[in-house]
């Protein structure tokens, strides 16, 4: 018996118990559309991430108030909780590197925004005239923060595409006010509408000059400053730099957290691909209930043949050659059940795509290839059992059905 005549004579087996391949072929399909799906939800939220940092801008180093290694926390969460702030003047001095193209000073909160009778809660963001060019802020009209003192509190606001709607319709906004807490701006300017970014909407924000902002927030500490380098070989230099700079500013004491984005982003896709395998093997838990149900499945078979079986050894079938019949079985199964389930896991992931256009669910090449060498093995694995049972029959007492 050839390799060949073992898998025509496994596809005839099949043809001829349709509920019972069906059974088989539905059990391993669910269990490896169930693997592609989950592989490209994790695969998605790491392009995800990386698109976001992206939409952040390029080539940065992120300077955060407090030590991140000594609170055990994030560094956005150490603005409290630091004895020394970090201050406008220390981002103005960050300029003077020579691999420093722009810097950025960021201060972070909430206000209730008002224009007569219309009141909403809006993110303020406090920065100076390179944040725009930093974060590759388009304007849908006027312009944006001017350059100069940056700390200066005029009373000047850019305002997002869902403020300017909110709060003017399709009146004129450039030149009228808004008011932010106690203190009134003038609009000089509407961002382009961009949505999403960071856990931001964007086009929610209203921008005012950074002085104005820890003036409305009472505070002297920034949230952030973001320090945009020459090109990204030269990232961790512009990084110690910064560190040592702001260290003697600090009477010695490294009481900041500097970050390259490349960091920032490969400590990410380490966390994102780690947490892609764990629930991808949490997925091929469904491969093993597979694998259990095509053993009884061929048991059953076993046992239904058994007359097939004792005539094959009558005419001189070897040990070998029947166990090879039931283990073909299993690995014809297994291919094709392993191929209808990635045209599952598939169409699935179009589904998610087309409900969350947002998220770039993406199934990775490996993926398909692992998903259909797992089912083969997984098929070959519980297979081997009934092909063994099969195997050790004896030819008269199973001619006799016994």
Not at 37 to 66: C, D, H, M
Not at 260 to 277: G, H, M, P, R, Y
Request: hydrophobic letters at 50%.
């Amino acid at each position: 018996m050839r390799t060949g005549d073992l898998f025509r004579f496994a596809w005839r087996a099949f043809s001829t118990n349709r509920l019972r391949a069906w059974l088989m072929l539905l059990a391993m399909a669910i269990g490896i559309a169930a693997v592609v799906i989950v592989t490209s939800l994790g695969e998605g939220a790491r392009r995800y991430v990386t698109q976001e940092f992206a939409t952040l801008g390029t080539n940065l180093v992120l300077v955060f108030p407090g030590r991140s290694e000594t609170a055990g926390a994030s560094p956005g969460l150490l603005i409290f909780r630091t004895s020394r702030d970090l201050t406008i003047d220390d981002s103005s001095a960050l300029r003077q590197f020579r691999w420093v193209t722009r810097v950025a000073p960021v201060a972070v909160g909430t206000a209730e925004a008002k224009r007569g009778q219309l009141v909403r809660e809006v993110p303020v963001v406090g920065t100076t005239a390179s944040w725009a060019e930093v974060r590759h802020m388009e304007m849908e009209e006027g312009s944006f923060l001017p350059e100069g003192d940056p700390n200066a509190t005029t009373p000047i606001c850019v305002i997002g595409h869902v403020v300017r709607t909110e709060f003017f319709g399709n009146g004129k906004a450039i030149g009228d006010w808004i008011r932010l807490g106690d203190r009134k701006f003038r609009v000089i300017g509407v961002m382009a509408p961009k949505g999403m970014g960071l856990g931001m909407n964007t086009d929610e924000i209203v921008i005012v000059p950074v002085g104005a902002a820890l003036a409305l927030f009472n505070s002297t500490s920034l949230f952030r400053v973001m320090v945009e380098a020459t090109n990204r070989n030269v990232l961790d230099q512009v990084r110690n730099e910064v560190e040592d700079l702001l260290a003697k500013r600090h009477q010695g004491e490294r009481d900041v957290t500097v970050l390259t984005q490349d960091a920032v982003l490969a400590t990410f896709d380490e966390i994102l691909v780690a947490l892609t395998l764990a629930i991808t093997a949490i997925a091929s838990i469904s491969l093993v209930v597979a694998g259990v149900l095509i053993t009884n499945l061929m048991l059953i078979a076993v046992t239904q043949r058994r007359a097939e079986i004792g005539l094959l050894k009558a005419l001189g079938a070897s040990q070998r050659q029947i166990r090879g019949i039931f283990l073909s079985e299993g690995v014809v199964l297994s291919a094709v059940s392993g191929l209808a389930g990635i045209i599952v896991g598939e169409i699935g992931v179009s589904v998610i795509r087309r409900i969350y256009p947002a998220f770039p669910a993406f199934i990775p090449n490996w993926t398909i290839a692992a998903a259909l060498a797992a089912a083969i093995a997984t098929g070959a694995l519980f297979s081997l059992l009934p092909a063994r049972r099969a195997a050790l029959l004896h030819p008269i007492l199973a001619l006799a059905r016994r």
